[in-house]
């Protein structure tokens, strides 16, 4: 439209680490709302997965974090990953009940400080507005709580997607 291309299929590093985490967190939360296969199980699978997701999202972005000297981003994702990660395996393993029906609060929360604080770090505002968009997916939680996995996968992976495929605004 007017010279102005909307759709590439083309992806840059960014791009492919959003995609990666959409289709995880996905994965993960749908798994959990609709398959009757035990938290023991999708735990481990789930921590393989995840630990496989940060991996995948270091390397893809080690070069772009290095021009930009923005190693401290890519740390903040990485400890929010592996201590989300840590708290959902205890709940599971040691049986903590109450954080296991917290869970989808738990990771909405992790992301949106992951996103808010990547959005001040870049000075991006949609980076910030999927941040709060991850706040407002706690606030409705109460609502849905028989959907909770399936409310917070659409929350995530929408998001992640809607990142991967839009140009976004940062600095």
């Not at 992806?11 to 749908?30: K, M, R």
């Not at 496989?52 to 903040?76: C, D, E, N, P, S």
């Not at 001040?120 to 609502?143: C, D, F």
Request: proline content about 1%.
């Amino acid at each position: 439209m007017q010279e102005k291309t909307i759709y590439t299929g083309l992806y840059s590093c960014l791009d492919q680490v959003f995609i990666i985490w959409g289709l995880i967190t996905a994965a993960i939360f749908l798994t959990a709302q609709f398959l009757p296969i035990s938290w023991t199980t999708q735990a481990i699978a789930w921590s393989i997965l995840t630990l496989a997701g940060t991996l995948a999202m270091m390397i893809l972005t080690h070069f772009w974090v290095k021009q930009r000297q923005l190693y401290w981003i890519l740390y903040t994702w990485v400890i929010l990953m592996v201590s989300g990660l840590i708290l959902t395996d205890c709940g599971v393993f040691l049986g903590w009940g109450w954080l296991l029906i917290h869970l989808s609060h738990l990771w909405l929360g992790l992301c949106s400080i992951g996103y808010i604080i990547t959005g001040v770090g870049l000075n991006s505002r949609a980076l910030l507005l999927v941040g709060l968009a991850h706040l407002l997916g706690i606030v409705i939680l109460p609502y849905v709580m028989a959907w909770q996995f399936l409310a917070t996968a659409v929350i995530m992976a929408f998001s992640l997607l809607l990142l991967a495929e839009t140009q976004w605004d940062y600095s």
